[in-house]
Nanobody
């Protein structure tokens, strides 16, 4: 079992920045891939950024150049640095991981609201 807890969301003006954190506990050693997703009201959940099993990063086109995913392996924390935020980035952001057995885990989500 893996537990994921997100933090760092909040209200920010357009052009501002936020850093989200995702702390993993439990069988964190079994994590193969990890990423950030978001879901805006009335829209499907979409992947924002992630680490592949090989350690490479990937980003949605809409956030490239503005968001950066990083991790602290010693602390089992994954970060999402979000700069130049836009009202369209408003959503609930979720941390996701897939363990070595292919099982998905989700955090409870953290709200990000960007005002214009």
């Amino acid at each position: 079992q893996v537990q994921l807890v997100e933090s760092g969301g909040g209200l920010v003006q357009a052009g501002g920045s936020l850093r989200l954190s995702c702390a993993a506990s439990g069988s964190a050693f079994s994590i193969n891939r990890v990423g950030w997703y978001r879901q805006a009201p009335g829209k499907q959940r979409e992947k924002v950024a992630g680490f592949t099993g090989g350690g490479n990063t990937n980003y949605a086109d809409s956030v490239k150049g503005r968001f950066t995913i990083s991790r602290d392996n010693a602390k089992n924390i994954v970060y999402l640095q979000m700069n130049s935020l836009e009202p369209e980035d408003t959503a609930v952001y979720y941390c996701n991981c897939v363990n070595m057995y292919g099982r998905n885990y989700w955090g409870q989500g953290t709200q990000v609201t960007v005002s214009s």
